[in-house]
């Protein structure tokens, strides 16, 4: 099985600013619940962990794997979306024609603006490249790998992975510290 998980809490979450690709580490809450989802996951095998290397992710792979003998692997390819300009702002959806917006209410219509950081082409680009060069052959071998990354990031991967339209970009409700399975193993 091929999973992937978002990380925990940071305090950006908590004060609803877009992080991004700035470097946020976990807050204590976010610690508590990757501890949380090691105790819930245990039982769960995994080969191979593949991070981002951003702190927040790397730490809550490091957490929840703590104590096994599962290697992580931090791939840049699994960073957040960058946003340029507009990460650390707050409460986007509070500010009336903010661009970034239409990424969140129509993903479909979404077209960066200059100072935005990443299109939705890019992203798409970049976790598609990982998960042909990466997660394909790690999934006909019948491995079990988790993947530790970000919101859009993991959105993206789930809509590729099932084919969706980007219009259902947002569909999959990416929940922190909560383990979703992106495939199942080629030959099951």
């Known amino acids: 099985m091929i999973y992937i998980l978002r990380h925990g809490k940071t305090e950006w979450n908590k004060l609803k600013k877009l ?13 508590i619940m990757a501890a949380e989802a090691a105790e819930k996951y245990a039982c769960v095998h995994f080969d191979v962990c593949y991070s981002s290397p951003l702190s927040r992710a790397r730490e809550t792979a490091e957490i929840i ?14 960073q957040e979306m960058g946003f340029g300009v507009y990460e650390g702002i707050v409460r986007s959806f ?4 903010c661009p970034i917006n239409v990424l969140f209410e129509h993903p479909e219509d979404y077209i960066a603006p200059p ?24 999934r006909e071998a019948g491995k ?26 947002w569909s999959h409700g990416i929940v922190q510290c909560t383990l979703m ?6 030959k099951d």
Do not use: W
């Not at 794997?65 to 692997?73: F, N, S, T, Y």
């Not at 509070?94 to 024609?97: A, I, R, S």
């Not at 082409?121 to 790690?138: C, H, M, N, Q, W």
């Not at 790998?145 to 259902?168: E, F």
């Open 19 to 31: 992080q991004g690709r700035t470097d946020i580490p976990l807050c204590d809450e976010g610690r």
């Open 94 to 97: 509070d500010k009336p024609g």
């Open 181 to 186: 399975p992106l495939f199942g193993n080629a």
């Open 65 to 78: 794997l703590k104590g096994r003998d599962v290697p992580i692997i931090f791939d840049d390819r699994l």
């Open 144 to 169: 079990d790998v988790l993947i530790v990354a970000h919101g859009a990031l993991n959105s993206c991967m789930l809509t590729q992975a099932k084919g969706l339209p980007r219009k259902d970009f």
């Open 115 to 138: 100072d935005a950081g990443e299109s939705l082409d890019e992203l798409y680009a970049r976790t598609g490249s990982f998960l042909e060069e990466v997660i394909k052959p790690l």
